[in-house]
């Protein structure tokens, strides 16, 4: 039981750092003139050099997922991998003081290419991972849990001095 906990808070802690990077990818392209649905396009072709050419939407519907983020599904292997591409882009477009969409969505496609060969030496191919219980569930179950745990622990009586 603890060894289950421990895994789903590190894929929670991955998710939010994934969150972070692509937080902050986004305010980093915006002040490089790309807008909305550029930023929407780059993570796209990103995902699509991930995943072997396999499109976020076509990676969605192998995995099964009907609503929300595609990144909330995934294992935690793969989301440290989109993690790992979307920081080397931000590393790489501010260290290089890149502009532009075009210029952005070829070094966030070179990382993600870079990821996938790495992982791909391992035998690790991410379009053919399972997919993992919903992000949001397991953060509602560990709240939840948290919760119980805390009604259910007997405090300590209090000392008069």
């Known amino acids: ?3 289950e906990r ?4 590190e894929r929670i802690e991955t998710r939010d750092r994934l969150r972070s990077s692509e937080k902050q990818l986004s305010k980093n ?4 003139g790309v807008d909305d649905k550029g930023f929407a396009r780059i993570r796209s072709k990103g995902d699509s050099a991930l995943f072997g050419g396999l499109t976020t939407e076509q990676m969605k519907q192998r995995l099964g997922i009907k609503s929300g983020a595609l990144a909330d599904r995934l294992p935690t292997l793969t989301i440290a991998a989109k993690n790992l591409a ?20 070829n ?10 060969e790495m992982l791909g030496r ?7 991972l399972p ?31």
């Open 86 to 105: 979307t920081e080397m882009t931000n590393y790489n477009v501010e260290q290089k003081d890149m502009f532009g969409e075009q210029a952005i969505t």
């Open 107 to 116: 070094e966030h496609i070179q990382n993600n290419v870079s990821v996938r």
């Open 6 to 9: 421990l895994h789903m808070l």
């Open 1 to 3: 039981m603890i060894e």
């Open 29 to 32: 392209i915006y002040e490089r």
């Open 131 to 161: 997919p993992a219980e919903d992000i949001k569930k397991v953060e509602r179950r560990m709240a939840k849990e948290e919760k119980q745990i805390a009604e259910g622990t007997k405090k300590l009586p209090h000392k008069n001095k």
């Open 122 to 128: 391992r035998g690790i191919k991410p379009e053919n």
